[in-house]
């Protein structure tokens, strides 16, 4: 899995960022450990489903990055476009 964040740096997964886009990094990689480390199917759909997971809830076609794409690939499924939807 390969996620870009509109408007995203590599600080978001720093305290050198702002409360929002550090929000949005934590909950994304939260369901990703749960999903592998705790075995939790039901982390799938955060990681892949229409909305993005954090709070409070927004479309994830508004946080990811237009100009790059995000994907995913595992459980049997693959999204080339995360924008578009899996």
Do not use: I, Y
Not at 28 to 48: G, P, V, Y
């Amino acid at each position: 899995m390969q996620v870009v964040f509109a408007g995203a740096t590599h600080f978001c997964w720093s305290s050198q960022t702002s409360e929002a886009q550090h929000d949005l990094a934590h909950a994304n990689t939260r369901a990703w450990f749960d999903r592998w480390l705790k075995a939790d199917s039901a982390a799938t759909t955060r990681l892949l489903g229409a909305t993005a997971p954090r709070s409070p809830p927004r479309a994830t076609v508004d946080v990811l990055s237009a100009r790059f794409p995000s994907a995913a690939a595992f459980d049997e499924r693959a999204c080339g476009d995360l924008r578009v939807g899996c």
